[in-house]
């Protein structure tokens, strides 16, 4: 929504009422930075209660932004917080409806999943599961829904108390996240929405055998209505993950959700579905249909969310009657099942009833009621048994469908095998790990990788499992792709091996595509998917114009390795300086991690490595340089890990004064549930400034800075270390490395470097190499601290000195939330930048430059020549701006992929430039 995102913290806070202050000055600070004006915690309802993670979801918080601060600032800036995990939009998201285009039969859907012969087993009333529908709000006093709607029993009506004290006054019958209030109906400004979630509804738990209206699949189990629509943007939902936690905190045993979007993964969206599943909740979730084409997607390559979030059961649609797959419905592995979704007749507000309803939208609400009348049926079963007996119970329709057979889950639902057939088992992959043949944890072209993939059976025990690897990609050729274990019980886990080979010349990045089809004794079948990427870049390079320098995934600088392995080295103005950099953190002699060299001279330790799908990468333009790299480290290659994550983040600009350094700000986090004390965060340099190496090192307490030069007195040519960050005590050391290096560099060296305080300042006609570090720090479990170093070229030691100086105030800046770089002076002509990233998909940034105070219109055309979106129009004062585009029109629908074109018209002005968004 507006202005509005998601933060959530890394300790618990006392928020004052409800104004953006915390008591923490300078969080505080931040927060008023980034025009704060509203802190609120995301669900106050939890706290206290003996739910799983209740606690991590008490750190999270809706904060309001005035609006002054461009979202994309705003959100950067709140990152940078020490005190702060993650910060997010506010995601709104689109509901799952498609067009209707033919009237079927009345509730034709019945027979074609065989919930009639289900009825005859259980029946919904026959248990107290509550089916949780969080949608764009739910006539709930409709005559076929009143019935069956949840009454919170904890709750006195209308007497104006929070009864129960779940946070909620008077939420006798569910409640209204569009207007904050107790009734969940839809609002008159939404009144598509108000009409799909009253037919999502009906389609879950109707009031059945009542003589009158429609039927349930259920058969009457608890409706829970839930209204999460966007106030005032019809057919959109805005607080839909709020809903599933009120939903999961009030007892519902299913949540339906029959909305949703293409895009990146939210860390914020995963934990709410996550707390969901570890508390008992299962969340079913549309697979969403398709593009504007009216055509699916195929959700195994366009992940649809929430539907591609794990735990959730993702449903596709087929037709009412039959078991073709509808047009519009996404398809793939990662859709769980199909149900009918065409011309579905259900309940609509003002007690009428209508079949103009299609979409996954509708198949999906089916589908959590089947998961109504398993957990029923079976109320001790988990989440992960009610979802998988609804999965592996259904009937294949491969053969309706030969265009997408192997891509339509386990078929369309069975209701009947659903409640009656428990000999299934349901063997899920629970984990990959891989081993390359190089041992560095990266799959390379021309490689071989051995593979573990880890399987869970979640039913009945099997026997004879057989497992089959195989790929759609041509870079891929399964060598070892069938592995075989004799038997699985019911919750066990068991490890397949298999082995693949990456062809010659795949590109790095690419990404790898896999399916493993498993079969059993009693001939269950099944296919599970998972992708894993070539040779995620390894390095990347920042570039001033006046210096370049390289960033790793290993926590090197420079280089990846040595001089003259991959990587630019530390170039300035056309000169490399550096034979070796990169990270250390230690704790004791012990206790360290680094990338550089090691105790027997001629290779480096490795002990970090990128967390768990993490790729590095460079943006630009970014929120407060022209450039930002980051990438997210973890030291579990360490003969002793320490227990880490360390968020290396880059800053580089092209501004005058500011492009002879590049700053670096390590986050390291405690991952541990003990406090991590006496803690050192350094770099370590080997530089070689002269040919010959001879070359000189000095210190400057003032600024905090080492440095090494080509000679003691004017030197021409310079490069150092300047530490930014104040949390600790100065280290730095002088290293001369024919005496101390060159036999290696061993543990107890490297600690008494890091930790020794201010030792050797001057070395005169030596090769060099500088260690400066910060600490002893320590940190509390589950929290961290931030370390900074800029790194710097210089031609005299006065451009070293302005160099160190201006790093210091871009590190303040950054850190406090002062005006971002560029600022120091106003642009020198008009300019449009072209977009970053081009080609992209969902969303890319649009830089631009005003000399002058200008009327800014910025604008978003088709290939046609439509506009698409207006993304700017007003005046701005001169300077430079950065805008991003979701890749969404004026109603905030996803446009398709094709080329685009944006248009800046700034006084008399005016530019033009082409984009292309590929999906």
Same mark, same amino acid.
């Given at each position: 929504?507006?202005?509005?995102?998601?933060?959530?913290?890394?300790?618990?806070?006392?928020?004052? &009422?409800?104004?953006?202050?915390?008591? +923490?000055?300078?969080?505080?600070?931040?927060?008023? !930075?980034?025009?704060?004006?509203?802190?609120?915690?995301?669900?106050?309802?939890?706290?206290?209660?003996?739910?799983?993670?209740?606690?991590?979801?008490?750190?999270?918080?809706?904060?309001?932004?005035?609006?002054?601060?461009?979202?994309?600032?705003?959100?950067?800036?709140?990152?940078?917080?020490?005190?702060? %995990?993650?910060?997010?939009?506010?995601?709104?998201?689109?509901?799952?409806?498609?067009?209707?285009?033919?009237?079927?039969?009345?509730?034709?859907?019945?027979?074609?999943?065989?919930?009639?012969?289900?009825?005859?087993?259980?029946?919904?009333?026959?248990?107290?599961?509550? +089916?949780?529908?969080?949608?764009?709000?739910?006539?709930?006093?409709?005559?076929?829904?009143?019935?069956?709607?949840?009454?919170?029993?904890?709750?006195?009506?209308?007497?104006?108390?929070?009864?129960?004290?779940?946070?909620?006054?008077?939420?006798?019958?569910?409640?209204?996240?569009?207007?904050?209030?107790?009734?969940?109906?839809?609002?008159?400004?939404?009144?598509?929405?108000?009409?799909?979630?009253?037919?999502?509804?009906?389609?879950?738990?109707?009031?059945?055998?009542?003589?009158?209206?429609?039927?349930?699949?259920?058969?009457?189990?608890?409706?829970?209505?839930?209204?999460?629509?966007?106030?005032?943007?019809?057919?959109?939902?805005?607080?839909?993950?709020?809903? +599933?936690?009120?939903?999961?905190?009030?007892?519902? #045993?299913?949540?339906?959700? #029959?909305?949703?979007?293409?895009?990146?993964?939210?860390?914020?969206?995963?934990?709410?579905? *996550?707390?969901?599943?570890?508390?008992?909740?299962?969340?079913?979730?549309?697979?969403?249909?398709?593009?504007?084409?009216?055509?699916?997607?195929?959700?195994?390559?366009?992940?649809?969310?929430?539907?591609?979030?794990?735990?959730?059961?993702?449903?596709?649609?087929?037709?009412?009657?039959?078991?073709?797959?509808?047009?519009?419905?996404?398809?793939? =592995?990662?859709?769980?099942?199909?149900?009918? &979704?065409?011309?579905?007749?259900?309940?609509?507000?003002?007690?009428?009833?209508?079949?103009?309803?299609?979409?996954?939208?509708?198949?999906?609400?089916?589908?959590? &009621?089947?998961?109504?009348?398993?957990?029923?049926?079976?109320?001790?079963?988990?989440?992960?048994?009610?979802?998988?007996?609804?999965?592996? #119970?259904? *009937?294949?329709?491969?053969?309706?469908?030969?265009?997408?057979?192997?891509?339509?889950?386990?078929?369309?639902?069975?209701?009947?095998?659903?409640?009656?057939?428990?000999?299934?088992?349901?063997?899920?992959?629970?984990?990959?790990?891989?081993?390359?043949?190089?041992?560095?944890?990266?799959?390379? %072209?021309?490689?071989?990788?051995?593979?573990?993939?880890?399987?869970?059976?979640?039913?009945?025990?099997?026997?004879?499992?057989?497992?089959?690897?195989?790929?759609?990609?041509?870079?891929?050729?399964?060598?070892?792709?069938?592995?075989?274990?004799?038997? @699985?019980?019911?919750?066990?886990?068991?490890?397949?091996?298999?082995?693949?080979?990456?062809?010659?010349?795949?590109?790095?990045?690419?990404?790898?595509?896999?399916?493993?089809?498993?079969?059993?004794?009693?001939?269950?079948?099944?296919?599970?998917?998972?992708?894993?990427?070539?040779?995620?870049?390894?390095?990347?390079?920042?570039?001033?114009?006046?210096?370049?320098?390289?960033?790793?995934?290993?926590?090197?600088?420079?280089?990846?390795?040595?001089?003259?392995?991959?990587?630019?080295?530390?170039?300035?103005?056309? !000169?490399?300086?550096?034979?070796?950099?990169?990270?250390?953190?230690?704790?004791?002699?012990?206790?360290?991690?680094?990338?550089?060299?090691?105790?027997?001279?001629?290779?480096? *330790?490795?002990?970090?490595?990128?967390?768990?799908?993490?790729?590095?990468?460079?943006?630009?333009?970014?929120?407060?340089?022209?450039?930002?790299?980051?990438?997210?480290?973890?030291?579990?290659?360490?003969?002793?890990?320490?227990?880490?994550?360390?968020?290396?983040?880059?800053?580089?600009?092209?501004?005058?004064?500011?492009?002879?350094?590049?700053?670096?700000?390590?986050?390291?986090?405690?991952?541990?549930?003990?406090?991590?004390?006496?803690?050192?965060?350094?770099?370590?340099?080997?530089?070689?400034?002269?040919?010959? =190496?001879?070359?000189?090192?000095?210190?400057?307490? =003032?600024?905090?800075?080492?440095?090494?030069?080509?000679?003691?007195?004017?030197? %021409?040519?310079?490069?150092?270390?300047?530490?930014?960050?104040?949390?600790?005590?100065?280290?730095?050391?002088?290293?001369?490395?024919?005496?101390?290096?060159?036999?290696?560099?061993?543990?107890?060296?490297?600690?008494?470097?890091?930790?020794?305080?201010?030792?050797?300042?001057?070395?005169?006609?030596?090769?060099?190499?500088?260690?400066?570090?910060?600490?002893?720090?320590?940190?509390?479990?589950?929290?961290?601290?931030?370390?900074?170093?800029?790194?710097? &070229?210089?031609? #005299?030691?006065?451009? @070293?000195?302005?160099?160190?100086?201006?790093?210091?105030?871009?590190?303040?800046?950054?850190?406090?939330?002062?005006?971002?770089?560029?600022?120091?002076?106003?642009?020198?002509?008009?300019?449009?930048?072209?977009?970053?990233?081009?080609?992209?998909?969902?969303?890319?940034?649009?830089?631009?430059?005003?000399?002058?105070?200008?009327?800014?219109?910025?604008?978003?055309? *088709?290939?046609?020549?439509?506009?698409?979106?207006?993304?700017?129009?007003?005046?701005?004062?001169?300077?430079?701006?950065?805008?991003?585009?979701?890749?969404?029109?004026?109603?905030?629908?996803? =446009?398709?992929?094709?080329?685009?074109?944006?248009?800046?018209?700034?006084?008399?002005?005016?530019?033009?430039?082409?984009?292309?968004?590929?999906?």
């Amino acid at each position: 929504m507006e202005n509005r995102v998601v933060v959530k913290f890394t300790r618990d806070l006392s928020v004052q &009422g409800q104004a953006a202050r915390t008591g +923490i000055p300078a969080l505080d600070a931040r927060l008023a !930075r980034v025009g704060a004006t509203r802190l609120q915690a995301a669900f106050p309802f939890l706290a206290g209660r003996a739910l799983k993670h209740a606690t991590e979801l008490g750190r999270v918080y809706y904060l309001q932004l005035s609006g002054k601060v461009p979202l994309e600032t705003a959100l950067s800036l709140l990152r940078q917080d020490p005190l702060v %995990a993650y910060a997010e939009p506010v995601y709104v998201y689109a509901l799952d409806e498609a067009p209707n285009d033919s009237l079927f039969p009345l509730m034709g859907q019945f027979n074609q999943v065989k919930a009639v012969q289900a009825w005859d087993v259980v029946k919904g009333e026959q248990g107290n599961v509550i +089916i949780a529908v969080v949608d764009g709000g739910t006539d709930w006093d409709h005559q076929d829904l009143l019935a069956n709607v949840w009454t919170n029993p904890g709750e006195i009506p209308n007497n104006g108390l929070d009864d129960d004290n779940n946070g909620f006054v008077d939420d006798v019958h569910g409640w209204n996240f569009a207007n904050n209030s107790n009734d969940p109906t839809g609002l008159p400004a939404t009144p598509g929405s108000a009409a799909h979630g009253t037919h999502v509804a009906g389609t879950a738990a109707a009031v059945t055998n009542n003589g009158l209206g429609v039927a349930s699949i259920s058969w009457n189990c608890r409706l829970m209505p839930i209204n999460a629509a966007h106030p005032t943007l019809d057919r959109a939902i805005a607080f839909g993950y709020d809903g +599933i936690v009120y939903a999961t905190a009030n007892g519902a #045993s299913v949540v339906n959700c #029959s909305w949703g979007g293409p895009g990146a993964p939210s860390r914020f969206e995963q934990e709410v579905i *996550d707390f969901a599943h570890d508390n008992g909740t299962l969340v079913v979730a549309a697979a969403g249909n398709g593009g504007d084409d009216n055509v699916g997607d195929n959700n195994d390559f366009l992940p649809h969310f929430p539907a591609s979030y794990h735990h959730v059961l993702a449903v596709g649609a087929t037709q009412q009657t039959s078991d073709f797959k509808a047009g519009f419905s996404n398809f793939g =592995v990662t859709v769980d099942v199909f149900a009918p &979704g065409v011309g579905i007749y259900s309940t609509t507000p003002n007690n009428t009833y209508s079949s103009f309803f299609s979409g996954t939208s509708m198949a999906s609400p089916l589908a959590a &009621g089947l998961a109504g009348l398993v957990k029923t049926l079976k109320p001790a079963w988990n989440v992960d048994q009610v979802r998988e007996q609804v999965r592996v #119970s259904s *009937d294949p329709i491969d053969a309706f469908n030969p265009g997408q057979s192997g891509l339509l889950g386990k078929g369309r639902i069975n209701a009947l095998r659903a409640v009656s057939d428990f000999s299934l088992p349901a063997v899920r992959i629970a984990r990959v790990s891989f081993v390359d043949a190089g041992g560095d944890g990266i799959i390379n %072209a021309g490689e071989t990788v051995d593979l573990t993939v880890t399987l869970t059976n979640f039913l009945a025990s099997a026997s004879g499992i057989t497992a089959s690897l195989s790929s759609p990609d041509n870079a891929v050729t399964v060598t070892s792709g069938a592995s075989n274990i004799s038997a @699985l019980n019911s919750g066990d886990s068991l490890d397949a091996a298999f082995q693949f080979k990456v062809a010659n010349g795949t590109g790095d990045g690419a990404v790898l595509h896999f399916y493993l089809d498993i079969a059993a004794a009693n001939g269950y079948n099944d296919r599970d998917f998972f992708t894993l990427v070539v040779n995620p870049p390894q390095f990347a390079t920042h570039n001033t114009g006046t210096l370049q320098t390289s960033i790793t995934t290993q926590g090197n600088i420079g280089f990846v390795d040595f001089a003259g392995s991959d990587g630019d080295g530390f170039v300035f103005r056309g !000169r490399n300086y550096l034979f070796e950099g990169g990270l250390m953190i230690g704790r004791s002699v012990n206790e360290i991690s680094d990338c550089v060299r090691g105790a027997d001279g001629q290779t480096q *330790d490795t002990d970090f490595r990128p967390a768990t799908g993490e790729l590095l990468q460079i943006v630009s333009p970014g929120a407060n340089s022209f450039e930002e790299g980051s990438i997210l480290l973890v030291d579990s290659l360490a003969a002793t890990p320490l227990g880490v994550t360390v968020l290396q983040e880059s800053f580089a600009d092209t501004a005058q004064g500011f492009d002879t350094f590049v700053i670096f700000r390590y986050t390291i986090q405690n991952n541990s549930n003990l406090p991590l004390s006496n803690l050192f965060v350094g770099l370590f340099f080997d530089w070689d400034i002269r040919a010959d =190496v001879n070359d000189f090192a000095r210190w400057d307490g =003032v600024r905090r800075l080492g440095y090494a030069a080509d000679a003691g007195s004017n030197p %021409a040519n310079l490069a150092g270390v300047k530490l930014l960050s104040q949390q600790g005590a100065v280290n730095f050391r002088a290293i001369d490395n024919p005496a101390l290096l060159y036999d290696g560099f061993t543990n107890i060296e490297k600690w008494n470097f890091l930790s020794g305080g201010i030792q050797t300042q001057s070395l005169n006609g030596v090769d060099v190499s500088l260690l400066l570090a910060e600490g002893p720090l320590n940190i509390p479990p589950g929290q961290s601290a931030v370390v900074g170093f800029a790194v710097l &070229g210089a031609n #005299s030691l006065a451009e @070293l000195e302005a160099g160190a100086d201006f790093a210091q105030s871009l590190w303040d800046s950054i850190t406090t939330d002062i005006e971002p770089l560029p600022a120091q002076r106003a642009p020198e002509r008009f300019q449009l930048a072209q977009n970053y990233p081009n080609p992209f998909n969902p969303e890319t940034v649009i830089a631009y430059s005003l000399p002058v105070a200008s009327a800014v219109k910025l604008v978003v055309y *088709d290939a046609l020549g439509r506009e698409i979106r207006t993304l700017v129009q007003q005046n701005q004062p001169a300077g430079q701006y950065r805008v991003r585009w979701d890749g969404r029109d004026e109603q905030g629908r996803p =446009v398709p992929s094709g080329v685009y074109f944006y248009r800046l018209q700034a006084g008399r002005f005016s530019a033009s430039r082409k984009m292309l968004l590929l999906k």
